[in-house]
């Protein structure tokens, strides 16, 4: 039992430091894309205007897509079927995440909802 109390811990650890990562990667980008090419005037003719943009834009979408993916990782029943639908949403975009909303919203009795585990406080004290 300690085991897996140990071995879950650390699951969570690296998921800490993983989406840390991400914030910080993503927030960097965006943040230093406003501020050397700001968003308006929207600038049609400039190629490195539109080059950044373009990419801090993939960038943001994979930052929320790999969020999510989380969720879905996480609340999948089996690991295939998990990363399944990650490699959907991560080759396919948005029209994928919106067929597993409305999967998941028939198949679990209409509920987005994010449960807390009721020892969630306890442990991080």
């Known amino acids: 039992m300690q085991h897996i109390m ?3 811990r650390n ?7 993983f989406y840390a990562i991400l914030f ?17 005037p929207i600038q ?3 190629l490195e ?3 950044t943009w373009l990419i801090t834009t993939v960038m943001d979408y ?3 897509c790999l969020c999510f993916c989380g969720v879905v990782l996480s609340t999948e029943t089996s690991w295939v079927t998990g990363l399944a639908w990650v490699g959907g949403f991560c080759l396919f ?9 409305l ?4 198949r679990e009795g209409g509920s987005l909802r994010l449960e807390k585990r009721r020892d969630a406080y306890q442990t991080s004290l």
């Open 93 to 101: 975009g948005s029209p994928v995440c919106c067929v597993w909303v």
């Open 103 to 106: 999967v998941w919203l028939l």
């Open 62 to 64: 994979y930052g929320a």
């Open 49 to 51: 205007w539109n080059r």
């Open 24 to 40: 910080v990667t993503t927030l960097s980008t965006l943040v230093t894309t406003c501020y050397n090419y700001p968003l308006f």
């Open 11 to 17: 699951s969570i650890n690296a998921a800490v430091v």
């Open 6 to 8: 140990l071995s879950e």
């Open 44 to 46: 049609y003719d400039s």
